[in-house]
């Protein structure tokens, strides 16, 4: 059974695989009693969007873990893997741009890629 912190690393190296861009790991856990952590990403278009989507949970799957909850992947504007203590946001860069959610949780910390 994987750590929280080893399957944070992963969901954001698989987004980094799919060429998603301002791939950000935030620790939440002291912040809120949503998740532990919000790995945030951004993708140039829907496409892009759902093709980080698809291979995070291929990746994920690989481990037999599944999200609880998954939103957003057909519009490929906002979507949401839900992992229970791990949220992967990732959004189309305007809508990025526009909801800020790294400015919202402006207080949580940020965790480092561990690239290998």
């Known amino acids: 059974m994987l750590k929280d912190e080893q399957m944070v690393q992963i969901i954001a190296e698989a987004c980094l695989d799919e060429k998603a861009l301002d791939v950000m790991i935030l620790q939440v ?69 526009y909801y800020n959610l790294e400015n919202l949780w402006g207080d949580a910390r940020q965790i480092e890629i561990a690239t290998v």
Request: aromatic fraction near 10%.
């Open 29 to 97: 856990s002291e912040l809120t009693i949503i998740a532990d952590y919000f790995v945030i990403a951004s993708g140039k278009s829907t496409i892009q969007v759902k093709s980080i989507v698809d291979y995070v949970e291929a990746m994920m799957a690989e481990y037999d873990i599944i999200p609880i909850r998954r939103e957003g992947h057909q519009e490929g504007v906002w979507a949401v893997l839900d992992y229970g203590s791990i949220i992967l946001h990732v959004f189309r860069e305007k809508e990025r741009e």
